[in-house]
């Protein structure tokens, strides 16, 4: 089964568990750990507020805080990373690196053509599985990216990352007060 035929299946899955007044608004698919596959399921009424649950890929409710936070945490991740690479318009930035190859073509341009073009095949075409191995993958390809650019800066990226802890920390709580189950543990 592919990941979209997965998506429409916990969708509908997870429309049992909304409220008379609301809707599944997303549903994100994440691997916290390797092999255990679970969705984020947002929930929206039409006042704008919103509720959430976790499904397992049986389309269970997960009932363990950990598995939750974890769930949420690296699907959240991958989001700001992708966003956070290299400012998120790669294909602009590519467009760019072209133009300045043609006309004064300096040491390097080649490499960070190419870096650009892994870092677009490293975020690929929605929908994608959040993982760790995916967050790794963005992270090693920006790196790459950045370096090709501009050798001696920092890592803007890993700035991007470092202070979207705030936010990842507010969407924690969120999604745990708005929780639409009973926590096991």
Request: net charge negative; with cysteine.
């Amino acid at each position: 089964m592919t990941l979209l035929a997965d998506l429409e299946r916990i969708a509908t899955l997870a429309e049992g568990f909304s409220p008379v007044d609301g809707a599944v608004s997303a549903v994100l698919p994440a691997e916290a750990t390797p092999g255990k596959r679970s969705y984020l399921c947002a929930f929206e009424t039409p006042d704008g507020s919103r509720s959430w649950l976790v499904l397992d890929d049986d389309g269970g409710v997960v009932d363990d805080r950990r598995d939750v936070k974890d769930t949420v945490s690296i699907a959240a991740l991958c989001e700001i990373a992708e966003e956070s690479a290299v400012g998120g318009d790669l294909d602009e930035l590519l467009s760019q690196l072209v133009a300045l190859k043609l006309t004064e073509n300096p040491d390097g341009i080649a490499e960070a053509e190419n870096a650009v073009r892994a870092l677009q095949h490293a975020i690929g075409v929605p929908p994608q599985l959040a993982s760790p191995a995916r967050l790794d993958e963005i992270g090693a390809a920006t790196r790459r990216l950045e370096q090709a650019l501009d050798p001696a800066a920092a890592s803007p990226f890993t700035a991007a990352l470092k202070g979207a802890q705030g936010t990842l920390d507010e969407l924690l709580d969120e999604v745990v007060g708005a929780y639409r189950a009973p926590f096991a543990s």
